[in-house]
């Protein structure tokens, strides 16, 4: 025990009594503790030891077959009313679904150990930091909250008397895909995830804590909590900008995220520091500009596709002191997956744990296999990760996959044409496995599957914060998928993204002019550079990547009405405004 606090006590010790556990093991931060709860993972197989001379301190685990992604027709924010939680969200009654947790949580962890994880988002003692404490009888869980958040005794003292912390509390049970839930009590600050093993509904620090939680925290407290990359671009002169960025799913948010500048850049002594791949909380800063921190300590990536052709940065971070969950474990005992390189393995075993043979064309890694990896071994990273400050963000960048619509890069004309922007995010489905191709799924902000309470009331909180900040970042739009009429990209994209934002920061700092369109302003074609970029992108590419289609933008219109109808008269009067102002561009 390293805390006398009674409302933490009182807590732990009442969660004990429900779930009775053989006994309580506190975790305190320490490698001696946590190696020898990964010796004890071995003995039962929870964990596996991979080749140490290859990869240094790093294991291999494997969830249930069931068990392998987030659930979100499982997941309920249960806060007082239903119409808090908004259309988007799935809810029950505060006190029904405690009866029925507890009711599965009863003596769930007999015959296990309950390790109690003090944890902290962001520097334990910044301006941003928020503390939990996660309960749980997972070996994986400790060593994954362990990469993915700041463990250790310390988080005692910063709780300190008031015993301000969100409560979490999770079991395995019995793996039960039926009694599967993962559940957000915002006004007891008390998250709850049972039957599950798999790490985006059991890491309760990552999207529990670190948007729907804190999502509620930030509209109280007026702040936000956004599912975004940070990343800073250093110039010639060593000033560095930066950004925030969010993208739906399978829009290259960590690509971007570990950027590598293309040679003409580089060249010129340009480079790119990546300060969090997935979550930024933003905060108005002393000097009316809004800062950042990512207040993750890991990186919990999709495995599959990643290559040190696609993101060195990335792979190069997984090489020690990390985790691999449901990718191939090879014969030597080192991992791959597919997309990693063209040679895959034989000998090995894949992710359901069986011989595979990579002839017969099944997959050999779950294409949501992850690897949770220390953001400290990105060669990458800021030297800002650990300012307690944060970093200030001048452009906040929204993108989606649109074949056709949307142009490469636009500005919106101000804050509330930016929230407007954000509001309508979309990306168009790809692949014939999701169901139709091409149909259209907005994710505002990329936060639909995240946000803590009512889409429509966490717009009016965007709206609300650009009023609190003289300086608000200037909000953008990109897509880097737009498709010729045969299917292919135009747009080389990946390092060469750095094109656009060097335009996006020129513009947030008054340095370049742009031209108005009916959607916001555009660059003028000659503005985005394309030095070495010589038969495979020409001036007459960039003019085709920036035209606005009216018709196409007409029917978008349409989409959006529809879209917004969902949150009936709660839509904010601005963004209103924004879509009538929109419509009448186009029919001008």
């Given at each position: 025990?390293?805390?006398n606090?009674?409302k933490?006590?009182?807590w732990?010790?009442?969660?004990?009594?429900?779930?009775k556990?053989?006994n309580i093991?506190?975790i305190?931060g320490?490698?001696?503790?946590?190696?020898?709860l990964?010796?004890?993972?071995y003995k039962?197989g929870?964990l596996?030891?991979l080749?140490?001379e290859?990869l240094?301190?790093?294991?291999y685990?494997r969830?249930?077959?069931?068990?392998v992604?987030?659930?979100?027709?499982?997941?309920?924010?249960c806060c007082?009313?239903?119409?808090?939680?908004?259309p988007?969200?799935?809810?029950m009654?505060p006190?029904?679904m405690?009866?029925?947790?507890?009711?599965?949580?009863?003596?769930?962890?007999k015959?296990?150990?309950?390790y109690?994880i003090?944890?902290?988002?962001s520097?334990?003692g910044?301006?941003?930091?928020?503390?939990g404490?996660e309960l749980?009888?997972?070996i994986?869980?400790?060593?994954s909250?362990a990469?993915m958040?700041?463990?250790?005794t310390d988080?005692y003292d910063?709780?300190g008397d008031?015993?301000d912390?969100?409560k979490g509390?999770h079991s395995?049970a019995?793996l039960d895909?039926e009694?599967?839930y993962i559940?957000?009590?915002p006004q007891?600050?008390?998250?709850m995830?049972v039957?599950?093993?798999y790490?985006?509904n059991?890491?309760l620090?990552k999207?529990c804590?670190?948007?729907?939680?804190?999502s509620c925290?930030?509209?109280?407290e007026?702040?936000?909590a956004?599912?975004?990359l940070i990343l800073g671009i250093?110039?010639?002169?060593?000033?560095t900008?930066?950004?925030a960025a969010?993208f739906?799913?399978a829009c290259?948010?960590?690509?971007l995220?570990?950027?590598?500048?293309?040679?003409?850049?580089?060249?010129?002594g340009?480079k790119?520091w990546?300060?969090g791949?997935d979550?930024?909380?933003?905060r108005?800063?002393?000097?009316?500009?809004?800062?950042?921190?990512?207040?993750?300590n890991?990186f919990?990536g999709?495995?599959?596709?990643?290559?040190?052709?696609s993101?060195?940065n990335a792979l190069?971070?997984?090489?020690?002191?990390?985790?691999f969950?449901?990718?191939?474990?090879?014969?030597?005992?080192t991992v791959?997956?597919?997309?990693?390189d063209?040679n895959p393995?034989?000998?090995?075993?894949?992710?359901k744990?069986?011989?595979?043979?990579p002839?017969?064309?099944s997959?050999?890694?779950?294409p949501?296999s992850r690897f949770?990896?220390?953001a400290r071994?990105?060669?990458?990273?800021?030297k800002?990760?650990d300012?307690?400050?944060?970093?200030?963000?001048s452009?906040?960048v929204?993108?989606g996959?649109r074949?056709?619509t949307a142009p490469?890069?636009?500005?919106?004309?101000?804050w509330?044409?930016?929230?407007?922007?954000?509001s309508?995010?979309a990306?168009e489905t790809?692949a014939?496995?999701?169901?139709a191709?091409?149909v259209?799924?907005r994710d505002?902000?990329?936060?639909?599957?995240?946000?803590?309470?009512?889409?429509?009331d966490y717009?009016?909180?965007w709206?609300?914060?650009?009023k609190k900040v003289?300086?608000?970042?200037k909000?953008f739009?990109?897509n880097?998928f737009?498709?010729?009429?045969?299917g292919?990209?135009?747009?080389?994209?990946f390092?060469?993204?750095m094109?656009v934002?060097?335009?996006?920061?020129?513009r947030?700092?008054?340095?370049?002019?742009?031209?108005d369109s009916?959607?916001g302003?555009?660059?003028?074609?000659e503005?985005i550079n394309?030095?070495g970029?010589e038969g495979?992108?020409t001036?007459?590419t960039?003019?085709?990547?920036?035209?606005?289609d009216?018709g196409l933008?007409k029917?978008?219109?349409d989409g959006i009405?529809e879209f917004y109808s969902?949150?009936?008269?709660?839509?904010p009067k601005?963004l209103?405004?924004?879509?009538?102002?929109?419509?009448?561009n186009l029919?001008?």
């Amino acid at each position: 025990m390293y805390t006398n606090n009674p409302k933490i006590l009182s807590w732990i010790y009442e969660m004990a009594a429900k779930t009775k556990p053989d006994n309580i093991v506190w975790i305190d931060g320490s490698e001696e503790q946590l190696e020898e709860l990964r010796q004890q993972a071995y003995k039962t197989g929870e964990l596996v030891k991979l080749n140490q001379e290859i990869l240094p301190g790093c294991v291999y685990h494997r969830s249930a077959l069931n068990d392998v992604a987030r659930v979100e027709d499982r997941t309920f924010i249960c806060c007082e009313k239903e119409e808090d939680a908004g259309p988007t969200n799935n809810w029950m009654a505060p006190d029904e679904m405690y009866a029925k947790l507890y009711e599965i949580f009863d003596g769930s962890m007999k015959g296990r150990t309950m390790y109690v994880i003090p944890y902290s988002m962001s520097i334990v003692g910044s301006p941003f930091a928020k503390y939990g404490i996660e309960l749980t009888d997972s070996i994986y869980v400790v060593v994954s909250m362990a990469i993915m958040t700041r463990v250790g005794t310390d988080v005692y003292d910063a709780i300190g008397d008031n015993g301000d912390f969100i409560k979490g509390l999770h079991s395995k049970a019995e793996l039960d895909a039926e009694k599967r839930y993962i559940v957000h009590f915002p006004q007891d600050n008390t998250i709850m995830s049972v039957n599950s093993g798999y790490g985006g509904n059991v890491l309760l620090g990552k999207k529990c804590f670190a948007l729907r939680m804190a999502s509620c925290l930030g509209r109280d407290e007026g702040w936000m909590a956004e599912h975004m990359l940070i990343l800073g671009i250093e110039n010639p002169d060593g000033e560095t900008r930066y950004l925030a960025a969010a993208f739906p799913s399978a829009c290259g948010k960590t690509n971007l995220a570990m950027l590598i500048p293309p040679e003409i850049y580089a060249k010129k002594g340009y480079k790119v520091w990546c300060v969090g791949d997935d979550i930024a909380w933003l905060r108005p800063g002393p000097d009316g500009r809004l800062w950042a921190v990512n207040p993750e300590n890991g990186f919990f990536g999709v495995a599959p596709g990643t290559s040190m052709k696609s993101n060195p940065n990335a792979l190069l971070s997984t090489m020690k002191n990390s985790i691999f969950t449901n990718v191939v474990l090879k014969p030597d005992g080192t991992v791959w997956w597919e997309g990693m390189d063209k040679n895959p393995p034989t000998g090995a075993l894949n992710w359901k744990g069986e011989p595979w043979d990579p002839s017969d064309g099944s997959k050999g890694a779950h294409p949501n296999s992850r690897f949770t990896a220390p953001a400290r071994n990105c060669p990458c990273l800021s030297k800002e990760f650990d300012n307690p400050q944060g970093v200030p963000i001048s452009a906040i960048v929204f993108g989606g996959r649109r074949a056709k619509t949307a142009p490469l890069v636009y500005q919106s004309r101000n804050w509330d044409h930016g929230v407007f922007v954000g509001s309508i995010m979309a990306s168009e489905t790809t692949a014939a496995a999701t169901g139709a191709v091409g149909v259209v799924r907005r994710d505002p902000m990329a936060m639909l599957p995240f946000c803590g309470y009512h889409m429509a009331d966490y717009w009016q909180h965007w709206i609300d914060m650009g009023k609190k900040v003289a300086n608000p970042p200037k909000i953008f739009n990109v897509n880097w998928f737009r498709l010729d009429d045969e299917g292919h990209f135009i747009w080389p994209g990946f390092g060469d993204n750095m094109r656009v934002l060097e335009w996006i920061m020129k513009r947030c700092f008054d340095e370049i002019d742009a031209v108005d369109s009916p959607i916001g302003y555009m660059p003028k074609p000659e503005d985005i550079n394309i030095e070495g970029l010589e038969g495979e992108v020409t001036l007459d590419t960039i003019k085709d990547l920036l035209t606005v289609d009216n018709g196409l933008w007409k029917q978008e219109v349409d989409g959006i009405k529809e879209f917004y109808s969902k949150f009936g008269d709660k839509v904010p009067k601005e963004l209103k405004d924004c879509l009538s102002e929109l419509e009448a561009n186009l029919n001008k």
